[in-house]
Nanobody, 122 residues
Framework: QVQLVESGGGLVQPGGSLRLSCAAS????????IGWFRQAPGKEREEVSC?????????WYANFVKGRFTISRDNARSTVYLQMNSLKFEDTAVYYC??????????????WGQGTQVTVSS
């Protein structure tokens, strides 16, 4: 059974940092691309970042997080991380990780985690 569990969210001041984790089980994570998405109240879900399977070695970032967020993966721990620095008020959202249906970030998500809340507030 495919399972994705996010953790690491919380309350942080503007300019602060958080590291989100996405722990995967039930499948060989190193063969799949994993994406991070977020959804703020009243807004549509948007993709934040994606990391391909190891064999492609590619990372993608939305323009609004470039230079601030870093995605990485530890296949030995079946975990994908999202390091978020220089957080802004507008980064407040529920963050989800999702498995892509292939090793490429162009594949449609086929499994989702339950989400973790990130709140940026002074």
């Amino acid at each position: 059974q495919v399972q994705l569990v996010e953790s690491g969210g919380g309350l942080v001041q503007p300019g602060g940092s958080l590291r989100l984790s996405c722990a995967a089980s039930g499948f060989a994570m190193d063969y799949y691309a994993i994406g991070w998405f977020r959804q703020a109240p009243g807004k549509e879900r948007e993709e934040v970042s994606c990391i391909t399977a190891n064999r492609y070695g590619f990372k993608w970032y939305a323009n609004f997080v470039k230079g601030r967020f870093t995605i990485s993966r530890d296949n030995a721990r079946s975990t994908v991380y999202l390091q978020m620095n220089s957080l802004k008020f507008e980064d407040t959202a529920v963050y989800y990780c999702a498995r892509r249906g292939s090793g490429s970030c162009t594949g449609a998500p086929d499994s989702w985690g339950q989400g973790t809340q990130v709140t940026v507030s002074s």
